[in-house]
């Protein structure tokens, strides 16, 4: 089937904005997903969004919807180097399809 | 309120052998699933159950076997294990605001 993609690395300064993209195949997707995983961890949720959304702000998070391009961004602001982890993003089908996940590096 | 419990953490196996890993979640969701995650392939979905009684085969399904006799229990067998099966599992269920999934905390397993 179609992939979900994402960038496989970004590397960002302490202090910075991150921006994570993700392009998603399924059109017809009610909600879409950014979770975090940390090394040796399960994912987290960090956020989701409903598909007649265009934007939702969460503290740090800003999350952007454009469904004509079936685009998906995570902007972090102010990025920590706690927030070094794998980023992924998902699209609801019949299943939770993954894209292969964005690994933010921040340095100090 | 538990969420979603994996059992066991590590595992070790030899190749031929069978196992079962336990998945269990108190959030009376329906919808529950297996993940495996290997370095570069993101999450590939193993099988999944949209309610007791009911499975079906996700995008890597040969080598595994599940069932779903309760709502809060969905096991994942490996029926004779190989080394392509060495991953990490994770076990998931779906409901609530946002429809969100709540994962496991994983299953790492290494088949020798």
């Known amino acids: 089937g179609e992939d979900v993609e994402q960038s496989l690395f970004l590397s960002v300064r302490e202090g910075d904005s991150s921006v994570i993209n993700c392009t998603y195949t399924?059109?017809?997707?009610?909600?879409l997903y950014w979770y975090k995983q940390e090394p040796g961890a399960g994912l987290q949720l960090l956020t989701y969004?409903?598909?007649?959304?265009d934007m939702k702000q969460d503290q740090r998070l800003t999350v952007l919807l454009n469904k004509k391009d079936k685009h998906l961004s995570l902007r972090i602001a102010d990025t920590q180097t706690g927030d070094s982890a794998i980023y992924f993003c998902?699209?609801?089908?019949?299943?939770?399809?993954f894209g292969k996940g964005t690994s933010l590096l921040v340095t100090p | 309120n538990a969420g979603v419990t994996q059992t066991p953490k590590f595992q070790v196996l030899k190749t031929g052998q069978s196992m079962t890993l336990q998945c269990a979640q108190d959030?009376?969701?329906?919808?529950m699933s297996w993940y495996r995650q290997d370095p570069g392939m993101g999450l590939r979905l193993i099988h999944y159950?949209?309610?007791?009684?009911?499975?079906d085969q996700g995008e890597v399904p040969n080598g595994y076997n599940v069932s779903r006799s309760t709502t809060e229990d969905f096991p994942l067998r490996l029926l004779s294990a190989a080394p392509s099966q060495t991953s990490v599992y994770f076990c998931?269920?779906?409901?609530?605001?946002?429809?969100?999934?709540?994962f496991g905390e994983g299953s790492w397993l290494t088949v020798v």
């Open positions: 998931a269920s779906r409901g609530g605001v946002g429809n969100t999934i709540y």
């Open positions: 959030m009376n969701h329906e919808y």
């Open positions: 159950s949209v309610g007791a009684g009911i499975t």
């Open positions: 998902a699209e609801t089908g019949y299943a939770l399809n």
């Open positions: 399924d059109s017809s997707s009610t909600y």
């Open positions: 969004i409903f598909s007649n959304m």
